[in-house]
Structure formats: C-alpha cells, structure tokens
C-alpha cells in the first residue's frame, strides 16, 4: 500500500516497477525492463508522452519527438564541458509513453487493441507504460491533465518529478531542433511584467502595489460556464477589497474577436492583459496548464501559487471569508475534494454534520496532519495524504458505498483508491489525538491492516470523474 513514503522514489510510485522497452517489442513478446535502470542519475529530464492509440496528430508528433530524443542525447553524448561524468551519456533525456483507451476499444476485441498497441510502440527508441496496466495510465493522464484524444508531452525533471512544462508537444512544433529545450517556463512575475495591463475602460494602468494577492481569470465571453461565474467572481472580489485586502484580479481571455473581449471586458472592475498580447496569454495558460474555463488561480505577493482552483473557493466561500484560501491540512469531504481521492491515499473521518462533531474532528486529524507533514517534509503534491473530514452528506454516503462500509459514526479510514486498499479503526479504540498519530503512522510503515477495495458493482462517480 502506500507504505514507505519517505524512501520510495517518487517515479516507482507513479510508474509502477516496471516499463516495455519499446525496441525490443515483437509480434510474440514484449520485454520489461526494471523503471529504476530506466530513470538512473545521468538521466536529466524525463518526458511523459501521452498518446491515443490511433491519430494522425500523434504520428507527427511522435516523428518530431524521436528526432528531438536523438538530438538531445547525441548532444549530451558530445558536452565536453561537463567533467562529472554525469551528462556523458546518451540518456540524459528519456521519455515514457502512455498509450490511452479510444472509445472504440469496447467494440475492439482485446487480440486487435494488444496488436495495435505492439505496432505504435514498436521500434520506438523510448519506454512504455503497460498498455492494460489502465489503473496506472488512468493515475498519470489525471495527474499530469493529459488531453483526451490528442498527445500531450510533459516533461518533468527526473531527480524530484517536478513538472518543467506540461505544453511539450506545443513548444515541439515551435521549436522542433530543442533549442531552447526543455522550454522552462519564465517565471510567473517575470510574465506579468513584460507587458502591460488594461482597465475595463481599456486604458493603461499602472503596476500592481506590492503586497498584493493577484488572481489570474482565464475566461471568455463565449463561454457560459464563464459567464455565470463572472458575477459571483464579481462579488467576492468587492467584498475581499471592502475588507482591506490587497487583491487584484487580471483578466486572460480566450475570446475569439477584439469586440467579444472589450464588451466582456466592460463588465468586470479589475485589470486585464491586452486582447492583442496573445503570446502573453498562451504563455500564462501555459504556465498553469489550463485546459478549461473558467479558472481562477491565486498567486501570493512573490509570485507562488496559493491555489489553481480558486473557482471552487469562490464557489464555497463567495463572500471570501476565508481569503486568500491558503491550502488547509483537513477539510471538509466535499465534492470538489472528493475528486482528488483518484491521486492521493486519504485519512477521513466519519462523523454527524453538527458543529461540534465537527470542531471534535478537526481537533483530532489536526495534530496528526501536522505531525505528518512536518516528517516528511512534504513539498511535492505527489508525497502526501490527505486528511479529511467525512460528515453526512451525498459526497460521504457514496464514498462509503464505494469502498463498502457501513453508516457508523465516528469512524476513522485509511482510503487508498490509487492502490485499492482500504484500512479502519478498531471499534474499540477510542478516536483521540493520539490514536489518530498512531493510525497513520501504522498507515505510513505498512502495519495497518488493509482490505481490498471491491468497486466492480458499484460505478461511483465523484467530482465529475469516475473512481473505477
């Protein structure tokens, strides 16, 4: 289960231990090579390739991408200025590639979809994902927001997983011979401020006071969801500023005309990036890998990011009371909270809606969240557990279908749906502060006893994404 946190590197945990060495693939066999020989130290940077099974855009970007992976190497080969040794290897950039379901493969028997799987894959100087391994391609495709239906490259440095680009197949075809490769990103600020910003009279406006917590508004006149969305961001964003604080929100658009952009524009107090600097705002969208609107993300006087959802804040928060919205350590199992189950092993806590059942859970999961996070100096989003508060609502009742367990309060879990496991509190433990330690530190060395969790004869669908 998801044991051993602190020790276990993170590309096991999200690749599983083994890979296909796509050019030893044959019509019989298929080789798999151990990931940690495949994600060694003088690897650099590691490409995650997601790919649908058939497609004319995944031929040419993968004709592009094994070009760009020859000459990335072969120049890594040939760097005498390195003496460490470490970049003279052709490998210092790899890539591993994860080949998605089409809605046709239901109709498809499974002899055809292995065939084709074996045929896109072969010769390919790379690795690969398990074509059937489908719970781990499912993890990866929502954890790295791959697109459906087209390929998307995201390229990662190999020593921590941190995330260097998710637009690689973008900046492939802008710039096939990786010149600039592997395309960091300029900083958040330094974006901000090559160029300048608009009020909603469409006159320039000075530079954001220092202090100030901005919201970046990816949205468009054309899209409903944003347009409803608008009045609410409207509201909260008057409250916040009537409370004192130092908030400014910057419209991104993705309007498709001038006009559409200057009357959408005309409904809103804030500031805007002008409708003409569009490479600004690809750049942005990029930055944050937005893939749909409206979003609203937070960033901090420095320029880090507080929160990408901040749609959801506003949603549940609309007069901003809890403004700026940093990340807390336990919350409340809603619906939006409940969608990040797919990733993340969770601790919940089972209890009655009331205040105080309530206030109790948080005084106990508390202690515990800290104690965990401080450990293990969690600073990647992919090395943690979540710790929530499960009360009676719809989110928590289908939860506890899913895994199969029953309505009594409180009742203290261990739920990790990545690994399909599942652990709870002996009846007759009492939940205290220090129970709920001991309960996740058994969690975390692997002692908890877990069970199975049996999800085929229920398809539970929580925050818009199915869990099976």
């Known amino acids: 289960m998801a044991s051993n946190i ?100 239901s109709v498809v028997s499974i002899t055809d979809v292995e065939e084709s799987f074996k045929k896109l894959i072969k010769d390919l100087p790379w690795f690969a994902v398990p074509y059937h391994d489908y719970h781990r391609k499912g993890r990866l495709s929502r954890r790295y927001r791959a697109k459906s239906g087209a390929p998307t490259l995201v390229l990662l ?24 490769f592997p395309w960091r990103p300029r900083p958040v600020l330094e974006v901000l401020k090559s160029g300048g910003l608009i009020t909603s009279e469409n006159t320039p406006c000075p530079a954001i006071p220092q202090g100030t917590i901005t919201g970046l508004y990816f949205s468009a006149h054309w899209c409903p969801p944003c347009k409803a969305f608008t009045p609410q961001l409207v509201h909260t964003y008057t409250k916040v500023r009537e409370r004192g604080h130092r908030f400014e929100v910057i419209f991104v658009s993705s309007d ?31 930055l944050f890998s937005v893939q749909g609107i409206p979003t609203l993300v937070l960033l901090d006087a420095d320029g880090h990011l507080i929160t990408d959802d901040g749609r959801g804040e506003v949603n549940e928060d609309p007069d901003g009371l809890s403004f700026p919205w940093y990340p807390k350590l336990v919350n409340i199992l809603t619906e939006r909270h409940a969608a990040k189950l797919h990733d993340h092993p969770a601790i919940i806590l089972f209890v009655e809606g009331d205040d105080g059942e309530l206030e109790f859970a948080e005084s106990v999961l508390l202690p515990a969240a800290e104690e965990y996070r401080m450990q293990y100096h969690l600073q990647d989003d992919d090395d943690f557990i979540q710790f929530f508060i499960g009360c009676d609502c719809d989110t928590s009742d289908l939860l506890r279908e899913f895994i199969g367990i029953d309505d009594a309060v409180p009742l203290l879990t261990a739920i990790d749906i990545p690994s399909g496991r599942m652990g709870v509190m002996e009846d007759d433990e009492e939940i205290t502060e220090d129970s709920v330690k001991r309960f996740v530190a058994r969690f975390l060395d692997g002692s908890l006893m877990t069970t199975d969790i049996v999800s085929n004869t229920l398809n539970m669908n929580i925050g818009g994404i199915s869990v099976i």
């Open 157 to 180: 440095e190999a020593a921590s997983g941190k995330v260097i680009t998710s637009s690689g197949c973008e900046r492939l075809e802008t710039d096939p011979a990786g010149e600039r």
């Open 6 to 105: 602190k020790t276990t590197p993170w590309y096991r945990r999200m690749l599983g231990p083994d890979l296909i060495q796509c050019s030893t693939v044959t019509e019989k066999d298929i080789k798999l090579i151990p990931v940690d020989s495949v994600l060694d130290t003088c690897v650099k940077v590691l490409g995650l390739y997601f790919t649908p099974i058939v497609g004319v855009d995944e031929v040419n970007s993968t004709a592009l991408l094994v070009d760009l992976y020859k000459h990335v190497n072969v120049l890594s080969d040939n760097n005498e200025d390195d003496t460490s040794g470490a970049m003279n290897r052709k490998q210092t950039f790899e890539i591993i590639q994860i080949v998605f379901s089409s809605n046709a493969d």
């Open 256 to 286: 498709r005309s001038e006009e559409s952009f200057s009357q959408y524009l005309a409904t809103m107090p804030w500031l805007a990036i002008p409708y003409e600097d569009d490479v600004r705002r690809r750049e942005l969208a990029s």
